[in-house]
């Protein structure tokens, strides 16, 4: 394999989050709107000095990202829109960066956001994509619940998962959770509640399912030298990599691109997997976190299941693992919900956290899983960020 080009002088800055809501009657312009205005605010960057801009969301139709440049009085070089859902975090960063340091672009605002209408979920779900809209029509069944249900039960046959496996997880990130003030479970989740809250689809169970909502979240990329500058605190990127549509012979998905491009993601950062202080994994269902967790090197393939059960996975204990919740705690912004690992690991590496602080954290991880397409996800990435 040829080494790619390092990311070295490439920075992400000025991570911010506007809190969440339940539902909204807002447009995902507003949400996208003030995202960029805090990252304005919290930068002291003039609005003019942006000149790259990357999008991603599920809601902003017919607008893309260039009518949505125009909406809000940005006049850029480089524009990028990219509808990956839970792997736009990573995507936009790495996409972002090449930018920055090919000369494309001097500063470029990454932003997700949605809104949540009343049904606008169930509706938008159902018709997701033509492939799992047809697959599972003549059943009855469609959404994500479905589809994640298939993948956790294969995972359960074949590797010997328990429910207590999940609920570990969730358990451990609502702890992470409780400090962050606009997370939608605000309550402690006991394994028993967890064990013995209602199936959605069987095997999957309440808290197995991420609740959607509104929100935005938003980070800037470039130069170290920028960030300096300016008085930015900033993450250096080490690392980034993505992988789309991998392993299609395989006849449901037991694992993801990350495992064909984690030798290039740890050579590009120059670390290995036990150097890592933290992950950040894209967690819509907890069956997806383990994947992760095989696939990028912290265990075997199949071997979850013994790993989180020798490990804490919060923030004050061993394997720190969505340190502000994560999606089943905080809740699924749309596409935002690609972004909350990402903004959550700038801020434990520039020590801005909202929530628990993982002690002396200076490497991150952050995966990102996006486009569910029945029995799959077809985009997967992943980064590696260092304190400054």
């Known amino acids: 394999m040829n080494r790619r080009a390092s990311y070295d002088g490439i920075v992400v800055t000025t991570p911010v989050s506007i809190p969440y809501v339940r539902f909204s009657i807002r447009a995902a312009h507003w949400w996208i709107g003030r995202a960029l205005a805090e990252l304005i605010r919290d930068s002291h960057i003039e609005k003019g000095h942006i000149d790259g801009f990357c999008v991603s ?131 402690p989740l006991t394994m028993e509640e967890y064990l013995g809250a209602r199936l959605i689809a069987d095997p999957v169970r309440l808290f197995d399912c991420v609740m959607p909502c509104a929100g935005a979240e938003g980070f800037l990329v470039m130069r170290r030298e920028t960030a300096e500058a300016a008085g930015i605190k900033y993450a250096r990127v080490l690392g980034a990599i993505e992988r789309h549509a991998a392993f299609q012979s395989d006849p449901i998905q037991y694992r993801g691109g990350w495992a064909l491009e984690r030798d290039e993601l740890y050579g590009q950062a120059g670390v290995a997997p036990a150097d890592i202080d933290f992950i950040q994994v894209y967690d819509d269902y907890p069956v997806i976190n383990m994947l992760q967790f095989e696939d990028l090197g912290f265990c075997g393939k199949g071997e979850a299941p013994a790993f989180v059960r020798a490990n804490t996975l919060t923030v004050d204990g061993t394997f720190p693992s969505n340190t502000s919740g994560g999606q089943l705690s905080v809740g699924q912004a749309g596409a935002a919900g690609g972004m909350l690992g990402m903004v959550e690991a700038i801020r434990q590496l520039t020590r801005q956290t909202i929530g628990g602080q993982v002690p002396d954290a200076a490497l991150g991880l952050v995966s990102g899983f996006g486009m569910i397409n029945y029995d799959r996800g077809l985009s997967t990435g992943a980064a590696i960020l260092a304190a400054a």
């Open 57 to 187: 969301s599920f809601t902003l139709a017919p607008d893309t990202a260039i009518g949505l440049s125009e909406h809000l009085g940005l006049s850029t070089r480089w524009l990028d829109f990219v509808p990956l859902g839970g792997n736009c975090g990573v995507v936009s960063l790495r996409r972002a960066a090449r930018a920055v340091q090919s000369g494309d672009a001097e500063i470029v605002a990454c932003i997700a956001g949605d809104t949540n209408h009343v049904d606008s979920f169930r509706q938008g779900t159902a018709n997701f994509s033509r492939f799992a809209r047809d697959a599972v029509y003549p059943m009855g069944a469609g959404g994500p619940n479905q589809s994640f249900a298939y993948l956790t039960d294969y995972y359960m046959r074949t590797f010997g998962a328990e429910p207590a496996d999940f609920g570990k997880m969730c358990v451990a990130q609502r702890q992470n959770a409780l400090k962050i003030p606009y997370a939608m479970f605000k309550k």
